[in-house]
């Protein structure tokens, strides 16, 4: 099994930072890919930013160029830099880790609430 533990949350004004970060613990697997995603309120769960083992990343188009995703191996620990916050970015934040074992089986962490008010 494969726990993971995000923080870093919290209220935040319109163009402030924040950084999540998530520690990652239990049976993982050396091929795999780390990532966040984001629920709002009357929302679907939605793809925020995901970065692979080898470091590629990729970004949702509502992010880019005001978040960064990166990892720190040795720790299995992801983080998310978060700048120039708007108040659409306000949901409750999962990271997600993504086992290629067998085939790609995800795992969630809890959600960590951002709010950022106008």
């Known amino acids: 099994q494969v726990q993971l533990v995000e923080s870093g949350g919290g209220l935040v004004q319109h163009g402030g930072s924040l950084r999540l970060s998530c520690a990652i613990s239990?049976?993982?697997?050396?091929?795999?890919?780390m990532g966040w995603y984001r629920q709002a309120p009357g929302n679907q769960r939605e793809f925020v930013a995901g970065?692979?083992?080898?470091?590629?990343?990729n970004y949702a188009d509502s992010v880019k160029g005001r978040f960064t995703i990166s990892r720190d191996n040795a720790k299995n620990t992801v983080y998310l830099q978060m700048n120039s916050l708007k108040p659409e970015d306000t949901a409750v934040y999962y990271c997600?880790?993504?086992?290629?074992?067998?085939?790609?089986?995800?795992?969630w962490g809890q959600g960590t609430q951002v709010t950022v008010s106008s």
């Open positions: 997600n880790y993504r086992d290629f074992r067998r085939g790609a089986t995800d795992y």
């Open positions: 239990g049976s993982i697997f050396s091929f795999n890919a």
């Open positions: 970065i692979t083992t080898a470091g590629t990343t």
